[in-house]
């Protein structure tokens, strides 16, 4: 396997990138276990190789615990990712990440559906389960 040298650190700033916070909200039904399903369907990043806009669809499930996500800071967040050069996996991977940073879930799963790009078509699946759930 040859690794490209083209790529090695220009993506180590994603983890620490300063992002729009995600605001929430009490969950006034802690005691239940039921599923939040969200469809983002416009997402969209920058492809780090070309600068050109990737675009896909996000699926969000999650059982909230003591919060809730707000839709409109999610939104914003969201939408923040339209100015930055960033691999699909990247991508899938730090949004789960600030969710879970934010509201704390049961569990969540984040599934980042792209359209083609230079003839593949990329799924990226990522999961959270908060230990002892």
Sequence with gaps: MTKS???EGRQDHIRDLQMPPIE????IYPDKNYRIDMEIPEFTAICPKTGLPDFGIL???YYPHEY???LKSLKDYI?????IGIFHENAAN???DDIVKACTPRRA??????NIRGGI??????????PGS
């Design 109 to 114: 799963r984040l599934h980042a559906d792209y």
């Design 68 to 70: 809730c996500l707000e």
């Design 121 to 130: 078509k990329t799924r990226v699946t990522v999961r959270y389960q908060k």
């Design 94 to 96: 730090r949004i789960l």
């Design 5 to 7: 040298g083209d790529y």
């Design 24 to 27: 929430v909200f009490r969950n």
């Design 59 to 61: 699926y969000l499930s």
């Design 79 to 83: 939408n923040h990712f339209r100015e």
